[in-house]
C-alpha cells in the first residue's frame, strides 16, 4: 500500500504550529475588534457566477470549480459530453459545473452586503478570518489553501477609513512583533490617468496587471507584455517612465504629477495619497509611496496598500488591498463605498517563524505534568490537578504507572515546563515535589499554596 499523501499546496498543522497561528489570529482578531470591526462567516463555496470576471482574467483561471453531483447519472451523462469540451477548453458550463470555492473574502462579503444592506447599520465594519483557495503554483509563501483576514468598511467614502486601515496594519505588526515591515499604498487614479496617456481608460487593465508582475519578472518582460497586448511603443515609453520614477513620499507625487498632467484622476490620487501619507507619518506607521503598486484585481478604485516583510525574508507580500467604490454594483447594489485590507495569516507565520519571533508563550498547551505513581497516588494528583485547572492553570496526568524515564520523556517532547511528583512521602506531608525542567530547580510545595506557586 502507497504512503498517504496529501494535495500539493495544502498542509497538516501539528499542535506547535497551530498554537503559532492562533497567536497570530488572536493578535489580529483583538486588533480588529478594538477599532469597532464585527465578525462574518461566509459558506466555502459560492455560486460560480458569483465569482467569475471579478477578478481579472489572471484571478479567474485560479478559481477552484467544483463539479456538480450526478454527473454519473446515465440519463444525464448523454446530455453533457459537448459541455465537456467546453470546460475541458477552459470555459464553463452550468451543467457540469455551478460552484465554486471562494477565492478570496472580499466578493463574498460583497455579494453578503448586496443581500442584506437594508438590515445593516451604515457604514458596515467587518472582518473575517476563514481559509480561501486559489489553484496557483504552491512556492515559498504561496499555497492552494490558506488563510485570509480581511478588515472591511462599507457605506463610507471617507479617508479616514484607510488611515484606521493603516493604523490597524501597524497595530497589529507591532504586537506580533514584526520589525522591518513597511506598508506600502498608491492609488488607483494614477493608474487610470497613466492608461489614458497611454490611449484610453479601456488600457487600464492590461496596464495593471503587467504592472502587477512587475516584482517577479522584472521590467524588460512587463514592456514585453505590454507589447504583446498591443500598446504602442510611445505607451510602453510612458509607462517605462511611470515605473522608474525616484523620490520619496511627496517628492515621489511632485514628479508624477509632471509624467501624468493635469488629470483630473491623477490630481484627485495625488490629494488622497499626499493626505494619507502625512497622517500615518503622524501616527509612526512605516508608510511608502510606491508608484509601481498596482494590485491587478479588477474591482479596486482608489487607494491601494501592500504590506511588504521585512527585506531579510524573501517573501514579499504579506498583506493588502484598497478601495472599491462600487463591488456591490455588481450584484445589484450601486453607489456603495468600500475599502478594506487583508492580512496572510500562512505568509506572515513564515516571516515569524523565519526571523524566530514567536513567543515562548507558544510552545506549549501544558503548563504542568502530574507523574503517575501508581493507582492510589493517582487519584490524590487527580484531585489536586483539577484544583489547579480551577485556577486556570492547565495540566495533564500522565495515564499509566510507568517509569519516571518515560515520563520525563513525554514532558520533554510536549514542552511541559513544570513536573509534580506525588508518592507515599509527599501525600503523608500533604505536599509535593515540583521540578523545573528548564532550570532544573526543585522544590516541596504544600497543597495550600501550589496553586499560587505555580501561577507566579
Same mark, same amino acid.
Given at each position: 500500500?502507497?504512503k498517504?499523501?496529501?494535495?500539493?499546496?495544502?498542509?497538516?498543522f501539528?499542535?506547535? =504550529?497551530?498554537?503559532?497561528?492562533?497567536?497570530?489570529?488572536?493578535?489580529?482578531?483583538?486588533?480588529?475588534?478594538?477599532?469597532?470591526?464585527?465578525?462574518? @462567516?461566509?459558506?466555502?463555496?459560492?455560486?460560480? &457566477?458569483?465569482?467569475?470576471?471579478?477578478?481579472?482574467? @489572471?484571478?479567474?483561471?485560479?478559481?477552484?470549480?467544483?463539479?456538480?453531483?450526478?454527473?454519473?447519472?446515465?440519463?444525464?451523462?448523454?446530455?453533457?459530453r459537448?459541455?465537456?469540451?467546453?470546460?475541458?477548453?477552459?470555459?464553463?458550463?452550468?451543467?457540469?459545473?455551478?460552484?465554486?470555492?471562494?477565492?478570496?473574502?472580499?466578493?463574498?462579503?460583497?455579494?453578503?452586503?448586496?443581500?442584506?444592506?437594508?438590515?445593516?447599520?451604515?457604514?458596515?465594519?467587518?472582518y473575517?478570518?476563514?481559509?480561501?483557495?486559489?489553484?496557483d503554483?504552491?512556492?515559498?509563501?504561496?499555497?492552494?489553501?490558506?488563510?485570509?483576514? &480581511?478588515?472591511? =468598511?462599507?457605506?463610507s467614502?471617507?479617508?479616514?477609513?484607510?488611515?484606521?486601515?493603516?493604523?490597524?496594519?501597524?497595530?497589529?505588526?507591532?504586537?506580533?512583533?514584526?520589525?522591518?515591515?513597511?506598508?506600502?499604498?498608491?492609488?488607483?487614479?494614477?493608474?487610470?490617468?497613466?492608461?489614458?496617456?497611454c490611449?484610453?481608460?479601456?488600457w487600464?487593465?492590461?496596464?495593471? =496587471?503587467?504592472?502587477?508582475?512587475?516584482?517577479?519578472?522584472?521590467?524588460?518582460?512587463?514592456? &514585453?507584455?505590454?507589447?504583446?497586448r498591443?500598446?504602442?511603443?510611445?505607451?510602453?515609453?510612458?509607462?517605462?517612465?511611470?515605473?522608474?520614477?525616484k523620490?520619496?513620499?511627496?517628492?515621489?507625487?511632485?514628479?508624477?504629477?509632471?509624467?501624468?498632467?493635469?488629470?483630473?484622476?491623477?490630481?484627485?490620487?495625488?490629494s &488622497?495619497?499626499?493626505?494619507?501619507?502625512?497622517?500615518?507619518?503622524?501616527?509612526?506607521?512605516?508608510?511608502?509611496?510606491?508608484?509601481?503598486?498596482?494590485?491587478?484585481?479588477?474591482?479596486?478604485?482608489?487607494?491601494?496598500?501592500?504590506?511588504?516583510?521585512?527585506?531579510?525574508?524573501?517573501?514579499?507580500?504579506?498583506?493588502?488591498?484598497?478601495?472599491?467604490?462600487?463591488?456591490?454594483?455588481?450584484?445589484?447594489?450601486?453607489?456603495?463605498?468600500?475599502?478594506?485590507?487583508?492580512?496572510?495569516?500562512?505568509?506572515?507565520?513564515?516571516?515569524?517563524?523565519?526571523?524566530?519571533?514567536?513567543?515562548?508563550?507558544?510552545?506549549?498547551?501544558?503548563?504542568?505534568?502530574?507523574?503517575?505513581?501508581g493507582?492510589?497516588?493517582?487519584k490524590?494528583a487527580?484531585?489536586q490537578?483539577?484544583q489547579?485547572?480551577?485556577?486556570?492553570?492547565?495540566?495533564?496526568?500522565?495515564?499509566?504507572?510507568?517509569?519516571?524515564?518515560?515520563?520525563?520523556?513525554?514532558?520533554?517532547?510536549?514542552?511541559?515546563?513544570?513536573?509534580?511528583?506525588?508518592?507515599?512521602?509527599?501525600?503523608?506531608?500533604?505536599?509535593?515535589?515540583?521540578?523545573?525542567?528548564?532550570?532544573?530547580?526543585?522544590?516541596?510545595?504544600?497543597?495550600? =499554596?501550589?496553586?499560587?506557586?505555580?501561577?507566579?
Amino acid at each position: 500500500m502507497s504512503k498517504p499523501s496529501l494535495p500539493s499546496g495544502t498542509r497538516d498543522f501539528s499542535a506547535d =504550529v497551530v498554537r503559532k497561528r492562533r497567536f497570530i489570529l488572536d493578535t489580529i482578531r483583538t486588533v480588529f475588534e478594538c477599532y469597532g470591526f464585527e465578525p462574518l @462567516e461566509t459558506p466555502a463555496m459560492e455560486n460560480l &457566477d458569483t465569482l467569475l470576471g471579478k477578478y481579472g482574467e @489572471e484571478g479567474d483561471k485560479l478559481i477552484f470549480k467544483i463539479l456538480n453531483n450526478g454527473l454519473d447519472n446515465p440519463e444525464k451523462e448523454k446530455n453533457i459530453r459537448e459541455e465537456w469540451e467546453k470546460v475541458l477548453d477552459g470555459k464553463s458550463s452550468k451543467q457540469i459545473t455551478e460552484r465554486a470555492l471562494r477565492y478570496d473574502l472580499t466578493i463574498p462579503f460583497a455579494r453578503y452586503v448586496a443581500t442584506w444592506h437594508q438590515q445593516l447599520p451604515m457604514p458596515f465594519k467587518r472582518y473575517q478570518i476563514q481559509p480561501v483557495w486559489r489553484a496557483d503554483r504552491p512556492q515559498k509563501g504561496r499555497y492552494r489553501e490558506f488563510y485570509q483576514c &480581511d478588515v472591511d =468598511v462599507v457605506g463610507s467614502g471617507s479617508l479616514l477609513n484607510e488611515i484606521e486601515l493603516g493604523c490597524i496594519s501597524h497595530q497589529i505588526f507591532t504586537k506580533l512583533g514584526l520589525p522591518g515591515y513597511t506598508l506600502r499604498i498608491n492609488h488607483r487614479k494614477l493608474l487610470m490617468a497613466l492608461a489614458e496617456k497611454c490611449g484610453g481608460i479601456d488600457w487600464l487593465v492590461p496596464i495593471t =496587471v503587467a504592472i502587477d508582475k512587475l516584482d517577479k519578472i522584472g521590467l524588460e518582460k512587463v514592456k &514585453d507584455e505590454l507589447q504583446l497586448r498591443g500598446l504602442s511603443a510611445p505607451a510602453i515609453g510612458s509607462i517605462e517612465k511611470y515605473l522608474q520614477a525616484k523620490g520619496d513620499g511627496l517628492a515621489l507625487l511632485q514628479e508624477l504629477s509632471q509624467l501624468l498632467g493635469n488629470e483630473k484622476a491623477a490630481e484627485e490620487g495625488f490629494s &488622497d495619497l499626499s493626505t494619507l501619507y502625512n497622517s500615518l507619518k503622524e501616527q509612526g506607521v512605516p508608510v511608502q509611496i510606491d508608484s509601481t503598486l498596482a494590485r491587478g484585481l479588477n474591482y479596486y478604485t482608489g487607494v491601494i496598500f501592500e504590506m511588504q516583510a521585512p527585506d531579510s525574508v524573501k517573501i514579499g507580500s504579506i498583506g493588502g488591498g484598497g478601495r472599491y467604490d462600487d463591488l456591490t454594483g455588481l450584484f445589484g447594489v450601486p453607489n456603495m463605498p468600500g475599502v478594506g485590507i487583508s492580512f496572510g495569516v500562512d505568509r506572515i507565520y513564515d516571516v515569524l517563524e523565519e526571523l524566530q519571533l514567536f513567543p515562548s508563550t507558544t510552545q506549549s498547551s501544558t503548563q504542568v505534568l502530574f507523574f503517575n505513581l501508581g493507582e492510589e497516588e493517582a487519584k490524590v494528583a487527580f484531585q489536586q490537578m483539577q484544583q489547579l485547572r480551577q485556577a486556570g492553570i492547565s495540566c495533564e496526568l500522565y495515564p499509566e504507572a510507568v517509569k519516571f524515564d518515560k515520563q520525563f520523556k513525554y514532558a520533554e517532547r510536549k514542552k511541559i515546563a513544570t513536573v509534580i511528583i506525588m508518592g507515599d512521602k509527599e501525600i503523608a506531608a500533604q505536599s509535593a515535589t515540583v521540578k523545573n525542567l528548564q532550570t532544573g530547580i526543585q522544590e516541596t510545595i504544600s497543597w495550600t =499554596v501550589l496553586g499560587k506557586h505555580l501561577g507566579n
